[in-house]
């Protein structure tokens, strides 16, 4: 079975085109590196909970959108061996900036996932 890196994050609208590009850069340095698949999702229809939600999840604020975003590898052991080859790319060098991304780093959250149940 696979193993899945998900991430949530606030990303202000006026920095749309900007987060896009980044994004589609830095897929296909992952699916080069051996990913396979990378999926970047704006939300649509997400709305703040009474308790919890994605909205909430990531103090979003007037004028941002939530990205909810996952990357596929084949195992955990695989994830490991292309996480460690994406960060050594000088490709993403620029990405590793905090003060140079599209959105709040401190605001987005990420961890590796096991399925449990996989039904593809």
């Known amino acids: ?16 085109a900007e987060y896009k ?14 990913a396979l698949h990378y999926v970047e999702c704006a939300a ?3 709305k703040p909970g009474k308790w919890t939600s994605f909205p909430q999840s ?3 604020k007037e004028g941002e959108i939530v990205f909810f ?3 596929v590898y084949k195992s955990r052991k695989d994830r490991d061996r292309v996480m460690k080859l994406v960060m050594a790319d000088p490709r ?3 990405m590793m900036d905090p003060k140079k991304l599209p959105f709040d780093g401190k605001r987005m959250f990420f961890g590796g996932f096991k ?3 996989d039904l593809s």
Do not use: C, Q, T
Request: charged fraction near 30%.
């Open 21 to 34: 590009k980044m994004a589609r850069k830095a897929g296909k340095i992952w699916r080069e590196h051996g």
């Open 69 to 71: 975003s996952w990357i």
């Open 92 to 94: 993403l060098k620029d």
């Open 58 to 60: 990531v103090k979003l």
């Open 44 to 46: 649509d229809d997400v």
């Open 1 to 16: 079975m696979s193993y899945v890196d998900g991430f949530v994050l606030p990303v202000p609208k006026a920095n749309l």
């Open 115 to 117: 399925p449990v149940i």
